[in-house]
C-alpha cells in the first residue's frame, strides 16, 4: 500500500496537457470486443482500472500492445463469454462487458461487479434494460446467466439515466437486427463518446448527449484508430489543487462545454476562469469563497466532483453546502478531512462545511475521489500529511504526485 507524504503551502502554476478520460476509455474498451479487427486508441491514461479491463479483455481472449498512451486491441481471437470472477470484483466497469460479450458471443456469464464502496450501486437498471432487448437472465450462487440467442431492437425505458446501464444496452443492441430507442438515457459526454467510436466502427448511433438514443442495429463493425475524450474530472481535480493553493492553472485539450457546471462552481468559489478553444485558464483568488454545490447526472455538477468541492470548501471563508444526489454513500472523505481540522457536518445527504484553516494529518483515502480530495486537503494543509491507500486514486489519475510535482507540489511516494 502506496503513501503520500505531502507538504502543504506551496503554490501551484503551470501547464498541464489533459488525457484521454478513465470513464470513456473503459467503455470504449468493452466495445473493442464488438468487432474482430483491430482497435487502436490514442492518448489512453496509464490507470489501474485500464490495466484491469486489459487483463479482462486479455482472459477473453483478445490481444494487446499498451505503449506511449497508446492502446492497440486484436479481439479477432475472442472467444470466452465468462468473465473472470476476481478481476470483475475489482472493477465496477467489468459490468460494461455484459452487453459487449452479448452482442459478440449472444451469451455472457458474468459475477457481481465490484468498484468504489460510494453506494448500493445496483444493476437493476443494467438488467432491466437488456430484458428490453431480449435477453432472458437467470441469477444464481451470485452469477448472472444471460442468454442473448433471441435478442433484437427493442424499446427501452431507463428509471434513471444511469451512465453503466445507458452504456450496456447500447453495446448490446449495436449488432442486434431492429432499432433500439433508450428513454432517459444517461447524457455525460462519455456517453456521446462511446457514440462516436462505435459510429466510428461502422454503427448506426444518435442521440447520445441528449436523453434519447437510437440505435439501429447492423451486422457487422470493423476496425478504426480513436482518440477519446479529455478527462473532465482530472481536469476539475487539478483545477481544485490549484484553487486551494491559490495558484493559477492552464489545462491544454479539454472541451470546456463538458466543464461547465465544474467552472460554474469554481467561480463561485472566487476563481477567475478564461476558456480559449481547447484551452482552460484558472486563477485562485486570495481568499476562496463558500460553494452551494447540488450533484446531478449530466449536465448538473458531477458527483465524480464533489468530494474535491468538499475539500476546497474546507478552506473556504465561510459556510458551504453540499448535496450529494446520485450516490448515498459518498461523504467518505469527511471524516478524514476532520482529521486535518475540517468542520463538517453531515446528515443523510447533505454536508455543511465551515471553512477554516486546515493542519497537516496521517490520513486515508477510501476511494478513488476521496482520495483525490484528500490530496488537495493536505496541498493548503500547514505543515505534513500522509495520505494513505494511494492506490486508490491510482485507478483515475496516472502519477498524480508527478503532475502535481511539476506544478510546484512537493510530494513523495512511499512505497
Ligand atoms: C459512472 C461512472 C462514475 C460516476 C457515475 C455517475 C464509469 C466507469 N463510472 O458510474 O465515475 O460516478 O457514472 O456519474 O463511467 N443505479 C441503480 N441501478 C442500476 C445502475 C445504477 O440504482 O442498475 C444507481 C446507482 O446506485 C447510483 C445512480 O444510479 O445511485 C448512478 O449510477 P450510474 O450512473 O449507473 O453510475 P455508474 O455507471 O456506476
Known amino acids: 500500500m502506496d503513501v503520500f507524504r505531502i507538504m502543504g503551502g506551496n ?15 473503459l467503455p470504449i474498451l468493452a466495445a473493442a470486443l464488438l468487432t474482430g479487427e483491430p482497435v487502436v486508441l490514442k492518448n489512453c491514461p496509464r490507470l489501474k482500472d485500464v490495466s484491469n479491463m486489459l487483463a479482462i479483455l486479455q482472459t477473453l481472449g483478445c490481444t494487446y500492445r499498451q505503449k506511449d498512451g497508446e492502446i492497440a486491441i486484436d479481439a479477432s481471437c475472442a472467444q470466452g463469454w465468462e468473465m473472470p470472477g476476481e478481476l470483475s470484483k475489482q472493477l465496477r466497469s467489468s459490468i460494461f462487458m ?24 445496483p444493476i437493476d437498471l443494467h438488467l432491466s434494460g437488456l430484458r428490453a432487448l431480449g435477453v432472458k437472465i437467470t441469477e444464481a450462487h451470485g452469477m448472472i446467466y444471460c442468454d442473448g440467442s433471441d435478442m433484437r431492437g427493442g424499446e427501452v425505458q431507463l428509471d ?29 459526454p462519455e456517453i456521446w463518446d462511446l457514440q462516436n467510436f462505435i459510429n466510428a466502427m461502422g454503427g448506426k448511433v444518435n442521440g447520445a448527449g441528449s436523453s434519447t438514443i437510437f440505435i439501429e442495429g447492423v451486422e457487422q463493425l470493423h476496425g478504426t484508430v480513436y482518440s477519446p475524450l479529455p478527462d473532465r474530472i482530472v481536469a476539475g481535480t487539478l483545477m481544485a489543487a490549484a484553487a486551494v493553493t491559490g495558484g493559477e492553472l492552464e489545462l491544454d485539450n479539454v472541451r470546456p462545454g463538458d466543464l461547465a457546471a465544474v467552472n460554474d462552481k469554481m467561480r463561485q468559489a472566487g476563481c ?31 458527483t465524480d466532483m464533489q468530494a474535491q468541492m468538499m475539500a476546497m470548501a474546507c478552506l473556504a471563508q465561510g459556510t458551504s453546502v453540499i448535496v450529494e444526489n446520485v450516490f448515498e454513500n459518498r461523504f467518505a472523505q469527511a471524516s478524514q478531512l476532520r482529521r486535518m481540522g475540517a468542520d463538517i457536518l453531515i446528515n443523510d445527504r447533505t454536508a455543511v462545511i465551515h471553512g477554516g484553516k486546515l493542519t497537516g494529518a496521517s490520513v486515508m483515502s477510501r476511494d478513488l475521489r476521496g482520495g483525490a480530495a484528500l490530496v488537495i486537503a493536505a496541498l493548503a494543509a500547514e505543515g505534513v500529511s500522509e495520505v494513505g491507500n494511494v492506490e486508490f486514486i491510482d485507478r483515475g489519475y496516472e502519477a498524480l504526485e508527478n503532475t502535481l510535482n511539476a506544478l510546484g507540489a512537493r510530494i513523495q511516494r512511499l512505497s
Open 11 to 25: 503554490r501551484l502554476s503551470g501547464t498541464v496537457r489533459l488525457s484521454g478520460a478513465k470513464n470513456a476509455v
Open 98 to 121: 455484459m452487453g459487449s460479450i452479448l452482442g459478440r458471443f449472444r451469451r455472457a456469464t458474468v459475477t457481481y461487479p465490484g468498484g468504489c464502496e460510494i453506494g448500493l450501486r
Open 160 to 188: 434513471f439515466p444511469s451512465v453503466g446501464a445507458t452504456e450496456n444496452v447500447m453495446m448490446a443492441a449495436v449488432l442486434s437486427k431492429g432499432q433500439t430507442v433508450i428513454h432517459n438515457a444517461a447524457r455525460e
Open 272 to 302: 477567475a476562469i478564461e476558456t480559449q478553444g481547447a484551452r482552460l485558464f484558472l486563477r485562485a483568488p486570495k481568499e476562496l469563497q463558500p460553494v452551494r454545490i447540488s450533484t446531478q447526472p449530466f449536465p448538473g455538477f458531477p
